[in-house]
């Protein structure tokens, strides 16, 4: 398959997480929103990996190529992950303060 | 294999303490939280010392990590940046039950940090960027009986999320095209492919968050003004000026070949960061607040330094962040104490801070001061070279807007030491006695703008590290 | 061509988007209740305070699992990489556990894993 398909694909997804995350007022659904958008850069980086490892093995069969993307991807999924676990612990803090996720109760803090 | 420690000397030994800390934190004695502190800060005396001894430089890790005498120099500030800030968060945190907790996450940013300062490498910067900035949400959720530290903190990991988002989709793009996540194959390879620029335009948005230059600013404000003083002091000296040095070195070595390109974004966002940061700061109440708009606008000043693209422009920005950490750190030591006395935080409240605490008032006033850029303070010199290394592109009308800035930063930074001086108050904070570790503190910040200042040696070492 | 259809293009993309959201403004019915600030707007209303019921060791062993198991990721490329590092590869494999067994120790000293 031709790798634009992916990059069209990617660019939908991260565009979509991007939209949640500016519209969305709920601190849960805006974290859900961030993970679409990793979730892209990560199919968007094994895709090229695989794009350049073929294109490697078309000049060279024995090249090795592409692996340090796929190296990046499992980072990404354990800083995700990181980044969520901090940010639930505070989204839990925040509802024992409040007792609501919904960001717009955040306004204090304006002008 | 000794190399191997040589090299990495400043990270293993900040990972060192860390576990040291740990083992203290996870034994079953119950220390004295004065011990402690002493011993916290007697390591990082140590830790910061220990940085000037060695002088090795070269690649490790299959070309991921690299070190040199400008990246050694830039750690040792970031290390005196938090050695102050330990000692201005003292007596804080003598009265909070998670001291060491606080160390840990502190000294954990520092290390990412040292890793993204180091890192030759897309992956390695990554992880560094990140490492430096999730525990800083947690940190800035320090006070954790109040409710406007854990805004403060969901503000910034919402922020710190959406934008290592960004920066991840620009790094993917660059992978796309390049087909090589490390900085020599990119510097090679980067070109104007409408993809490529793409990638980069969202790596710079990525920058710009960390930094918070205008228009992505939004989060610095609410997260200064909510999180614990000490911690707003790290965010805006340690985690922006280690972004500052890293956006640095990346544009000029890595993205030389699109100088036209960023050209335009990093002026841009130059003038862009003065002017909003500068009317902002005209308005606000609290001096946190305050600090945070004034900071954005030294941003602004940062970049067009940055803009030049030489070696004398970059030096240049070294050279204005050590400045700006001595200054920025004295206005907040200041902060810190009044703040953990009365609690006070507002600009009306430091009116008439003269009649009772003029040490303090000196104090605020020479930090002020060398912010705005006033003659003999270090900041004149720090803005005069900045200027100097942007005016290097012949874009005037850059350095124009520039010092018209400086001339209404100039007022907001005189309205503060007007209150602080002239104006009378009836309920004035009252005689605070100083403790000794924000007395250091202050002291080294003060000798610092005076130092930096006066004697050009500063300016010229940071030249000869880079050539 | 060139600029101009790019300064085309972004002018569509703004008219597209501003009128979307517009003609959404205009017509839709915009409804504010509770549901639209809970963690699931679809689903049965929660009766009652929903806090209270909750049992806060599931989020801490939550968030501890999420941890320690994606951190557990990073022995797939290990494994394929490790016979060809040879005993190096072990002693970095320690180091990283030794590292996750120290986070491990916190939380156990600070009761995160004691069932409350």
């Given at each position: 398959?031709?790798?634009?398909?992916?990059?069209?694909?990617?660019?939908?997804?991260?565009?979509?997480?991007?939209?949640?995350?500016?519209?969305?007022?709920?601190a849960?659904?805006?974290?859900?929103?961030?993970?679409?958008?990793?979730?892209?850069?990560?199919?968007?980086?094994?895709?090229?990996?695989?794009m350049?490892?073929?294109?490697?093995?078309?000049?060279?069969p024995?090249?090795?190529?592409?692996?340090?993307?796929q190296?990046?991807?499992f980072?990404i999924?354990?800083?995700?992950?990181?980044?969520?676990?901090?940010?639930?612990?505070?989204?839990?803090?925040?509802?024992?303060?409040?007792?609501s996720?919904?960001?717009?109760?955040?306004?204090?803090?304006?002008? | 294999?000794?190399?191997?420690?040589?090299?990495?000397?400043?990270?293993?030994?900040?990972?060192?303490?860390i576990?040291?800390?740990?083992?203290?934190?996870?034994?079953?004695?119950?220390?004295n939280?004065?011990?402690?502190?002493?011993f916290v800060?007697?390591?990082?005396?140590?830790?910061?010392?220990a940085?000037?001894?060695?002088?090795?430089?070269?690649?490790?890790?299959?070309?991921?990590?690299?070190?040199?005498?400008?990246?050694?120099?830039?750690?040792?500030?970031?290390?005196?940046?938090?050695?102050?800030?330990?000692?201005?968060?003292?007596?804080?945190?003598?009265?909070?039950?998670?001291?060491?907790?606080?160390?840990?996450?502190?000294?954990?940013?520092?290390l990412?940090?040292?890793?993204?300062?180091?890192?030759?490498?897309?992956?390695?910067?990554?992880?560094?960027?990140?490492?430096?900035?999730?525990?800083?949400?947690?940190?800035?959720?320090?006070?954790?009986?109040?409710?406007?530290?854990?805004?403060?903190?969901?503000?910034?990991?919402?922020s710190?999320?959406f934008?290592?988002?960004?920066?991840?989709?620009?790094?993917?793009?660059?992978?796309?095209?390049?087909?090589s996540?490390?900085?020599?194959?990119?510097?090679?390879?980067?070109?104007?492919?409408?993809?490529?620029?793409?990638?980069?335009?969202?790596?710079?948005?990525?920058?710009?968050?960390?930094?918070?230059?205008?228009?992505?600013?939004?989060?610095?404000?609410?997260?200064?003004?909510?999180?614990?003083?000490?911690?707003?002091?790290?965010?805006?000296?340690?985690?922006?000026?280690?972004?500052?040095?890293?956006?640095t070195?990346?544009?000029?070595?890595?993205?030389?070949?699109?100088?036209?390109?960023?050209y335009?974004i990093?002026?841009?966002?130059?003038?862009?960061s003065?002017?909003?940061?500068?009317?902002?700061?005209?308005?606000?109440?609290?001096?946190?607040?305050?600090?945070?708009?004034?900071?954005?606008?030294?941003?602004?000043?940062?970049?067009?330094?940055?803009?030049?693209?030489?070696?004398?422009?970059?030096?240049?920005?070294?050279?204005?962040?050590?400045?700006?950490?001595?200054?920025?750190?004295?206005?907040?030591?200041?902060?810190?104490?009044?703040?953990?006395?009365?609690?006070?935080?507002?600009?009306?409240?430091?009116?008439?801070?003269?009649?009772?605490?003029?040490?303090?008032?000196?104090?605020?006033a020479?930090?002020?001061?060398?912010?705005?850029?006033?003659?003999?303070?270090?900041?004149?010199?720090?803005?005069?070279?900045?200027?100097?290394?942007?005016?290097?592109?012949?874009?005037?009308?850059?350095?124009?807007?520039?010092?018209l800035?400086?001339?209404?930063?100039l007022?907001?930074?005189?309205?503060?030491?007007?209150?602080?001086?002239?104006?009378?108050?009836?309920?004035?904070?009252?005689?605070?006695?100083?403790?000794?570790?924000?007395?250091?503190?202050?002291?080294?910040?003060?000798?610092?703008?005076?130092?930096?200042?006066?004697?050009?040696?500063?300016?010229?070492?940071?030249?000869?590290l880079?050539? | 061509?060139?600029a101009?259809?790019?300064?085309?293009?972004?002018?569509?993309?703004i008219?597209?988007?501003?009128?979307?959201?517009?003609?959404?403004k205009?017509?839709?019915?915009?409804?504010?209740?509770?549901?639209?600030?809970?963690?699931?707007?679809?689903?049965?209303?929660?009766?009652?305070?929903?806090?209270?019921?909750?049992?806060?060791?599931?989020?801490?062993?939550?968030?501890?699992?999420?941890?320690?198991?994606?951190?557990?990721?990073?022995?797939?490329?290990?494994?394929?990489?490790?016979?060809?590092?040879?005993?190096?590869?072990?002693?970095?494999?320690?180091?990283?556990?030794?590292?996750?067994?120290?986070?491990?120790?916190?939380?156990?000293?600070?009761?995160?894993?004691?069932w409350?």
């Amino acid at each position: 398959m031709p790798i634009t398909y992916y990059i069209f694909l990617a660019v939908a997804l991260f565009s979509i997480g991007v939209a949640g995350v500016l519209t969305r007022r709920n601190a849960i659904i805006i974290f859900m929103c961030v993970e679409l958008m990793l979730n892209a850069v990560n199919l968007l980086l094994v895709a090229f990996s695989k794009m350049h490892a073929q294109n490697a093995i078309a000049i060279d069969p024995a090249a090795v190529a592409g692996v340090e993307a796929q190296l990046f991807v499992f980072f990404i999924m354990v800083v995700a992950a990181a980044e969520v676990s901090v940010g639930l612990a505070i989204i839990v803090m925040m509802y024992r303060n409040i007792h609501s996720v919904d960001v717009n109760f955040l306004n204090r803090l304006k002008h | 294999m000794s190399i191997f420690f040589l090299l990495l000397q400043q990270e293993l030994l900040l990972t060192a303490i860390i576990f040291v800390l740990l083992f203290v934190k996870l034994s079953t004695k119950q220390w004295n939280s004065q011990t402690v502190l002493s011993f916290v800060n007697i390591l990082l005396v140590v830790n910061l010392a220990a940085g000037f001894f060695f002088k090795e430089k070269g690649t490790l890790f299959g070309d991921m990590f690299q070190t040199n005498d400008l990246l050694r120099f830039e750690k040792n500030i970031l290390n005196l940046g938090t050695l102050l800030i330990s000692l201005q968060a003292y007596n804080w945190l003598l009265k909070h039950k998670h001291a060491i907790e606080f160390y840990l996450l502190m000294l954990s940013t520092l290390l990412g940090m040292f890793f993204m300062l180091s890192s030759s490498n897309l992956l390695m910067f990554y992880v560094g960027l990140e490492l430096a900035s999730i525990p800083l949400a947690a940190l800035a959720n320090f006070d954790l009986d109040k409710k406007r530290s854990s805004e403060a903190a969901m503000k910034y990991i919402m922020s710190s999320a959406f934008a290592s988002g960004l920066l991840l989709f620009g790094i993917s793009l660059i992978y796309g095209m390049v087909g090589s996540v490390n900085f020599t194959d990119i510097a090679v390879a980067a070109s104007e492919n409408p993809l490529f620029l793409f990638g980069f335009i969202l790596l710079i948005a990525g920058f710009g968050f960390k930094i918070s230059a205008v228009p992505f600013h939004l989060w610095t404000a609410d997260v200064y003004e909510g999180a614990p003083v000490a911690v707003t002091s790290y965010l805006s000296v340690i985690s922006k000026g280690s972004m500052l040095f890293v956006m640095t070195s990346v544009l000029s070595t890595v993205f030389a070949n699109l100088l036209f390109q960023w050209y335009n974004i990093v002026a841009v966002l130059a003038v862009l960061s003065m002017i909003v940061g500068n009317l902002f700061a005209i308005r606000q109440q609290n001096i946190k607040r305050f600090l945070a708009f004034s900071s954005i606008s030294q941003v602004g000043f940062i970049l067009i330094g940055m803009s030049g693209a030489n070696i004398e422009s970059h030096s240049s920005v070294v050279y204005f962040v050590l400045v700006y950490l001595f200054s920025n750190l004295a206005a907040f030591a200041v902060i810190n104490v009044i703040s953990e006395a009365s609690g006070k935080e507002n600009i009306d409240d430091y009116k008439g801070l003269y009649k009772t605490n003029p040490a303090l008032t000196w104090v605020l006033a020479i930090a002020l001061f060398s912010l705005a850029g006033i003659p003999p303070t270090a900041g004149f010199f720090g803005k005069f070279f900045l200027l100097l290394g942007g005016a290097s592109k012949g874009n005037y009308l850059l350095i124009i807007v520039a010092a018209l800035n400086m001339v209404i930063s100039l007022y907001y930074y005189l309205r503060i030491i007007k209150a602080m001086f002239m104006d009378a108050n009836e309920t004035p904070v009252e005689k605070l006695a100083i403790s000794w570790s924000p007395k250091i503190s202050m002291a080294v910040c003060m000798a610092g703008i005076v130092v930096t200042g006066i004697i050009s040696g500063a300016y010229e070492y940071i030249y000869s590290l880079l050539k | 061509m060139g600029a101009a259809s790019l300064i085309v293009l972004i002018l569509a993309a703004i008219a597209f988007s501003a009128g979307a959201i517009l003609i959404a403004k205009v017509v839709t019915k915009a409804t504010k209740n509770k549901q639209k600030a809970e963690p699931y707007e679809s689903g049965i209303p929660t009766r009652g305070p929903s806090w209270v019921q909750f049992n806060v060791g599931y989020y801490l062993f939550a968030l501890l699992f999420l941890i320690f198991d994606v951190e557990l990721i990073f022995l797939y490329p290990w494994a394929v990489a490790a016979k060809k590092v040879g005993l190096l590869a072990l002693v970095e494999i320690i180091i990283f556990f030794f590292i996750l067994f120290m986070g491990f120790l916190y939380a156990h000293k600070k009761g995160a894993l004691k069932w409350k």
